[in-house]
């Protein structure tokens, strides 16, 4: 059982909760507003495992902390934090350009590293930022399970990452240090071109082994 | 049957160019010298539709012509090309930096997109940059079709990317305008740096459907 701190209650942030919550972990919502409806909505959805709190406290009391929430207000979130030292800060972002067109960094860095460079402290992941809510509550295809990407420089953190995404039915695949958020950046960008390009929100990334 | 030029006989040309004979293409290889070794190998791999010529002649013959050459040459292969009115050109290169360690172009452009504006008379499809050789020469996962990703503005000229895709096994996907080709290079790198990174070559990926 691990205590996660989820900051963030939107359709990502509900999806990991709910999944974590029903598969035995212990799931603190860290939000500035405990008593928001969609807050209120993911709780319930989470059961007795679920809570919230404000994003301090729910991070003081949790070993995983959870980074959903839009990247315009990621570093905020994070100075909000408290103190993060030694916990796994599992980056589920995507830095995305307001106007939704494509991403605003990339390249020679990642909102991953910029993520680890506010919290230095703590062990980053990059992970849960390649697909959509929908494949975190259901990353079955047809029997197969859709592959989650991550990437990071811990690899205890890793491991951990790795297992939670198990929990929710993907196929985890660690695809090597922090800076490869460079490339599964993009790789989210795919999936929402294609998602709101005519293919849907049922499709999803598959990492094929011989 | 389809006049192919591809630019370039080193792994990937001779992968794609043999496939495309078996298929039943007319293949020319177009490089500066028809008689080097690897180039008369990749003719004798291809049998009796594969041939060798130098560059604007073999483009001069072609419905389709292939850029499959290293990203620092890519730009004076297309300048020795001669004229590539509404010819379909399939742009299969990775912008790599000179050590490897990541892309030397990307998130505001790609490489796809610097092509088609060294070409703006032909119509670009990005394709057959997100896998490795061996997955070109056999796409089959234990029955499964490995995809084979791809962009362009131009619907005929993806139709027949499609086709020629199709034609080595692959599962062909259209991610959309040329555009993407920003989240297909780095797809590509993500391939690269799992490949070399411990998973080796004999990696895919696909796009699952619900």
Same mark, same amino acid.
């Given at each position: 059982?691990?205590?996660? #701190?989820?900051? *963030? /209650?939107?359709? $990502?942030?509900? !999806?990991?909760?709910?999944?974590? =919550?029903? %598969?035995?972990?212990?799931? &603190? ?28 406290? #729910?991070?003081? *009391? /949790?070993?995983? $902390?959870?980074? !959903?929430?839009?990247?315009?207000? =990621?570093? %905020?979130?994070?100075?909000? &934090? ?28 990642? #909102? ?99």
């Amino acid at each position: 059982m691990v205590k996660i #701190a989820i900051i *963030g /209650a939107g359709n $990502v942030g509900a !999806a990991l909760g709910t999944g974590w =919550a029903k %598969a035995g972990h212990e799931v &603190a919502y860290a939000v500035r507003n405990p008593q928001k409806p969609e807050v209120l909505a993911a709780v319930a959805r989470g059961g007795d495992r679920a809570s919230a709190a404000n994003i301090a406290d #729910a991070v003081a *009391g /949790a070993a995983v $902390v959870v980074l !959903a929430t839009p990247w315009n207000v =990621a570093q %905020a979130a994070i100075q909000s &934090a408290g103190n993060l030292d030694s916990k796994i800060l599992l980056d589920c972002t995507n830095p995305l350009a307001p106007d939704l067109s494509g991403l605003a960094v990339g390249l020679t860095t990642s #909102a991953g590293e910029m993520v680890a460079a506010w919290a230095p402290s703590a062990r980053v992941v990059k992970i849960f930022n390649t697909t959509g809510y929908n494949n975190m509550e259901d990353p079955d295809y047809n029997g197969q399970a859709a592959t989650m990407f991550y990437c990071g420089d811990d690899a205890d953190a890793k491991e951990t990452a790795g297992k939670l995404a198990a929990d929710l039915g993907f196929d985890p695949v660690d695809a090597g240090p922090l800076k490869l958020a460079r490339t599964l950046e993009p790789l989210a960008m795919l999936w929402i071109s294609m998602a709101f390009g005519g293919y849907g929100r049922d499709i999803a990334f598959k990492l094929l082994l011989r």
